[in-house]
């Protein structure tokens, strides 16, 4: 029962440019996390944003969440060969089920 | 230094045996989790555990079995009914339960013969 999809599938720019990366889902959640995973390896949490929350940065990324669009977005600014990896969101709905993965956008920074 | 380890790093199998998976925690988290991750795609829980000798399905749970007599460990068990288990596992662990963040392990690479 995936409900976040990542939008595109896979991205590639220049080092110093922005990426942004969309987060749709299906139906109203807690709260929606961003996480990052490079090539083989588990999983890091970027970035929490709650239902009620519009907006957040954390030092190179900036989320937003818009709820009555049901999406969210990830922006990375003046980007770097290391942010090559790739970006899931995880949505939690209402109750206590476990976070819910979507298939990840693939980024990829050329220097 | 603290975190969730998993191992082996890669597991080989011949088909039709069964094989455990480890995943250790030193975070005193109460939940931990179990997820498959096939090429390409995103996670899919297979099951996770919220408390000491609790766990729920995830929604992949066939062919799997898990455990959870201490806080800091939570086996996986791949069984011989699983149809399709080449797949990299990945375990994580939050401090309380699915509203919490979760920290992963490295994953465990399993294929099979």
């Known amino acids: 029962s995936q409900q976040g999809e990542e939008d595109p599938q896979a991205l590639s720019i220049q080092e110093g440019e922005n990426a942004t990366m969309n987060c749709s889902y299906k139906?109203?959640?807690?709260?929606l996390q961003w996480y990052r995973q490079n090539s083989g390896r588990g999983l890091v949490h970027l970035i929490l944003?709650?239902?009620?929350?519009r907006e957040k940065h954390s030092g190179r990324l900036r989320v937003t969440l818009d709820t009555s669009k049901k999406s969210s977005s990830l922006l990375i600014t003046a980007s770097r060969a290391a942010d090559t990896a790739s970006y899931f969101c995880?949505?939690?709905?209402?109750?206590?089920?476990?976070?819910?993965f979507g298939k990840g956008t693939r980024l990829s920074v050329i220097a | 230094d603290g975190g969730i380890t998993q191992s082996p790093k890669y597991l080989f199998r011949k088909e039709g045996q069964n094989v455990t998976l480890s995943c250790e925690q030193n975070?005193?988290?109460?939940?931990m989790y179990w997820y498959r991750q096939d090429p390409g795609q995103g996670l899919r829980l297979i099951y996770y555990?919220?408390?000491?000798?609790?766990?729920q399905k995830g929604d992949i749970a066939e062919g799997y079995s898990v455990s959870r007599e201490k806080k800091e460990s939570f086996p996986l068990t791949v069984t011989s009914a699983q149809k399709n288990p080449t797949a990299f596992y990945l375990c994580?662990?939050?401090?309380?339960?699915?509203?919490?963040?979760?920290?992963f392990g490295p994953g465990t690479r399993l294929t099979v013969l």
């Open positions: 994580a662990s939050s401090r309380n339960g699915p509203p919490d963040t979760q920290y």
């Open positions: 139906t109203s959640i807690n709260n």
């Open positions: 944003i709650r239902s009620n929350e």
């Open positions: 995880a949505t939690l709905n209402s109750g206590n089920t476990p976070l819910v």
């Open positions: 975070l005193n988290h109460d939940a």
């Open positions: 555990s919220q408390i000491v000798n609790d766990f």
